[in-house]
């Protein structure tokens, strides 16, 4: 790890307790080396937003964090407890957690997809409440009543009967983020959220999205709304070629980058988008 | 109309095969249901002992009339010293082999969700069975409905050649009343518009699933 990054941590990590820790996370696909021994400490309320060129990993770091994706390196804790591998107490061996184990530590962990991935054969409703009912155990009434404040707190309260596929886009992914939160997370992990949206519906996303950083729940945003990653970040990360290149305060990775491949990608994005 | 005669004569008669034919068919279309559902999920989550024994199983079925594998089972059970009545012996071919055709339609029903629907089950903490239970079968199975009831279809016509090793159904009862009748024609023209009526109510049973797979919801 580069000094850039390394007192960048520090000044984030010191006054939140951590809520994750990623620790020299290596995966490849193939031959294809996607993330070289990467490691992030989350703070507890904070919101950290990665960005990058596409194919620099981070999608794939995001997917680690719950193990969507599994990785042949490394460890990754939330809010304390192991997420998928544990560490052997006296070998200092890796070892993987039972599927019933990783299932359970899932839970504490929400993902909104690039594509939306609502249950297309229940109602918005159904999708907000089958997870905390069929694998929490949470009573029936309860879940759907959480479900319509959360349905009402990302403004689609109208829409609890209706079925994904009657949805725009902004719904359908405002409805993603309901759900995730109805299994009251420690961490929401966001995947690209309004990459695949029209233009007019990104902001209603952002807006949500906005909304429960304020609520101080912990992010960890995988973006390339450079302006929305400005506004939210309490940190920048910078992946490219599967490590962690530089990260920062927003302001210092934005206007004063340290890297030189940050500078690069910062000044191509610009001129891309500049009107 | 007096061609007519022995089907009037003997409509009752093959009714009642019908009835039989159906009889089979209900009563083999549930194990072989179970089997393909059963077949598919082993061969996409078993172990790989298991997936060579499925694709093994599949192999052999796929490479055999049905005719040759009923006439083989039914000399060959009773050199086994299995004791079953011939009913309940075809019932068993019939289960096998169309439960080896049912777990490709179960099969490709499961595969075709997109990737996407088992990681957002997955990421709210659900486990395997879960997973199936409310997230996978529900789509799996409605996509696999038609094809299925086109299984069915088949199934349905397939109960004729069990005649062949003695079993009293339709299409037995209409050869038996052709050897008293000596009409053929009239009677077998009876036999197929039955088989008919109820291949075709299958059949838009199917376009009708089929049409709300397409629809969506």
Redo the contacts between chains.
Sequence with gaps: MNDASSTATEQAGTQRRPMLEITGISKRFGTLEVLRDVSLSVGAGEVVVVIGPSGSGKTTLLRCINLLEDYEQGTVTVDGDPIGYQLDARSGKRVRMSEREIAAAREHVGIVFQSYNLFPHMSVLQNIAAAPVRVKGVARARAEARGRDLLAMVGLSDKADEYPARLSGGQQQRVAIARALAMDPKIMLFDEVTSALDPELVGEVLAAMQQLARNGMTMVVVTHEMSFARDIANRIVFMDGGVIVEQGQPEQVFFNPKTERVRLFLKRYNDRYRI | MREFAPLLHGYWYLLRGAEMTLLMAVVAVIPATLLGIAIALLQIFGSRFARAAVVGYLFFIRGIPLLVLLTFTYYLLPLTGIDLPPFWGVVLVLAFYYGAFMSEVFRAGILSL?R??W??????????R?MLQ??IF??AL?LAAPPFVNLCVNLVKATSLVSIVGLWELTMASREIVERTLAPFQIFLGAAAIYFCICYTLALYGKYLERRVLH??
Aim: no cysteine; net charge positive.
């Design positions: 997109p996407a629907q990681d957002a089950a997955r990421s709210l903490g659900m486990t395997r879960l409310i997230v529900p789509q409605r969506g919801h």
